[in-house]
Structures are given as structure tokens and as C-alpha cells.
């Protein structure tokens, strides 16, 4: 696929987009996030817009603030996973400003200010209710000056890389209907939750499908021959040595399953069930952004759905 890439960024500091509309770059550099989580700054006759303020970090916060030169009228969220969620009660806190997500939050103990669902508008943005990656992931349509007609798509369609399906947050079924629903619309260009900016965003959005797609051939060819878990499935299809690759590999082996099984064209059996008083995982972003943030909860939900076994309904 036609991915972007861009230099390291200057960290710290407002980087003009389009007219009205900068990025500051969070410094949670990693492979599962690029160069780090975009937060935008939108000016508008209403205040400032802080569009998915990134993660809990202090000296994000920091930059935010002093960039936004006390204008922060309104925090709005693509999603609540927490590389864009987490610095926001610091950032509400530091400056009174409300909060705008998805009506129904996937993080449990946040809720918004301003619950928002699809076509709703704040600041000249119009949510766009986009599931997939996340539950509560809204992609937001803008009218930028001199530009015409844009999306801020979040983390659902980036420059630099497809997206994770990790369930039960993420679902494969929504985030194929959420592609496809973005073939129908005419914005001309994308700004990401991570990378930069992508130009002829219908283009990837196609290619984005086509690879869910062939992906999905694979699996069914796979287990046309025998019955697979999802650890070995993953292995068998991914080449992946990172651990956090690897444990995204095996996310999305399993929201396509799921899928499959939903279709009736795959069945699960032997499942495991899961560990006696663990929840499932709505609170915790999987996979995790590196090895040494893994939670004992988190070890052993992938270790259950590794496990987790499918077969076709019929050879």
C-alpha cells in the first residue's frame, strides 16, 4: 500500500497543516503510534479546538497550552484509546474547557461533556461515526479554508500504516462498513491521528479494504486445511518479531474471525472462556504501546484468546 512517511517532527512546537489548522506531535514515538499522536489545533471564531489532546504526558500538556496561548475553548476526541484521550482531564483542568466524544465512551469512568453522535456538529466540525478500530471512534468532517472539504480521520485511516482490529473495543464487521462508507464521501484530503497529512485519502481507503479483504481469503484458505488457534494463526500469516507487532497480529487475526464466525462461514470451538473474575478487556488498550507496560489482565487476555480455536463450516 501507498503509505507516507515523513522526518522526525520538531517536538514541542505548533506545525502549520492548513490555514487555521496546526499539529503539536506528542512525544509517544513508537511502532504501534509513528512519530507520535497528531493533536490539532483549530482556530475558529468560537475559541480554539483541541482535537485529541494525546497522552498523559506532562510536558504534552505543556506544549498545548503554551502553543494555544490561552484560546482552548473546547477539547473534542476522535476516540478514547489513551494515546488520545490521556491528557485531557489535565488539559480540562488547566483550562475549564468541555469535553466532546461519542456519546457512548469504550473507556469506563469517562464520559464527555458534550456527548456527540453522527452529524452532530461543534466548531464547524460534523461527526462522522466511524467503528472499527474503536467502538467510539468518530472521524469529523470540516470545511478548512482555502482546502474545501476535509476529515479529520483519526486513527480509522492513516498515512502511515493500516489500522489495529483488537477486540472487543474493535470490530472487523464495523470497520468494513466504516471503509466503505468513506468510499462514498468526497473529502480531498485526510489528517491522521498519527502521520501526515494523506493527499487522495479515497485511493488508501480502497487499497485499506482490498488488503482486509485478501487477508480474509488467507484465513479461510488457511483453514481449509485444519483447524487453527488464533496465536498459530497469526503466526502462520504474519511475519512479525516485535512483541507489540506480534500481539497486534493476533488482534486483528481475531476481530477477522469474529467476523467470520458472525457471517456463519467460521465456528469457534473449545473456547477457553475466560480466566475466572477477569473482565473483558474495555479498559485497556490492546496491544500495549511496549513490553514493559503489559499488565498482568492484559497477559492473560491474550493469553485466552491466543487459544481461542476455529474451524470452517464446512470442508
Do not use: C
Not at 113 to 140: N, R
Not at 150 to 162: E, P, Y
Not at 228 to 248: G, M, P, Q, S
Not at 257 to 264: A, F, M, P, R, T
Amino acid at each position: 500500500m501507498p503509505f507516507l512517511f515523513e522526518d522526525e517532527p520538531p517536538r514541542g512546537v505548533k506545525l502549520p497543516v492548513l490555514p487555521g489548522i496546526d499539529r503539536i506531535v506528542a512525544r509517544n514515538q513508537s511502532v504501534m503510534t509513528y512519530l507520535g499522536t497528531n493533536t490539532y489545533l483549530i482556530d475558529g471564531p468560537g475559541g480554539l479546538t483541541v482535537l485529541d489532546p494525546g497522552p498523559d504526558d506532562d510536558r504534552h500538556v505543556a506544549d498545548i497550552l503554551r502553543e494555544a496561548a490561552g484560546k482552548v475553548a473546547r477539547i473534542v476526541l476522535t476516540h478514547t484509546h489513551s494515546d488520545h484521550l490521556g491528557a485531557a482531564a489535565k488539559l480540562q483542568a488547566a483550562t475549564g474547557a468541555k469535553t466532546h466524544g461519542f456519546r457512548t465512551s469504550a473507556r469506563p469512568g469517562f464520559h464527555p461533556d458534550v456527548p456527540l453522535d453522527d452529524g452532530d456538529e461543534v466548531a464547524g466540525l460534523i461527526a462522522l461515526h466511524t467503528p472499527g478500530h474503536a467502538a467510539d471512534h468518530l472521524s469529523f468532517e470540516y470545511q478548512a479554508a482555502g482546502t474545501g472539504k476535509i476529515l479529520f480521520s483519526g486513527d480509522h485511516v492513516m498515512s502511515w500504516s493500516s489500522s489495529i482490529v483488537s477486540p472487543p473495543d474493535g470490530d472487523m464487521v464495523a470497520y468494513y462498513k466504516s471503509l466503505e462508507l468513506l468510499l462514498g464521501r468526497d473529502e480531498t484530503l485526510y489528517l491522521p491521528g498519527h502521520g501526515p497529512v494523506l493527499p487522495a485519502p479515497r485511493d488508501l481507503v480502497l487499497e485499506l479494504l482490498e488488503h482486509r479483504q485478501k487477508r480474509e481469503a488467507s484465513i479461510l484458505e488457511a483453514l481449509t486445511a485444519k483447524d487453527w488457534t488464533v496465536a498459530e494463526l497469526a503466526e502462520h500469516l504474519y511475519a512479525k518479531t516485535d512483541f507489540r507487532l506480534k500481539i497486534a497480529a493476533q488482534r486483528n487475526v481475531l476481530a477477522h474471525l469474529l467476523k467470520l464466525e458472525h457471517e456463519g462461514r467460521v465456528v469457534q470451538f473449545g473456547d477457553p472462556g475466560w480466566p475466572e473474575g477477569l473482565a473483558e478487556p474495555q479498559d485497556d488498550d490492546l496491544p500495549p504501546e511496549d513490553e514493559t507496560s503489559v499488565t498482568s489482565r492484559q497477559f492473560q487476555v491474550m493469553q485466552r484468546d491466543g487459544m481461542r480455536r476455529f474451524a470452517p463450516t464446512a470442508r
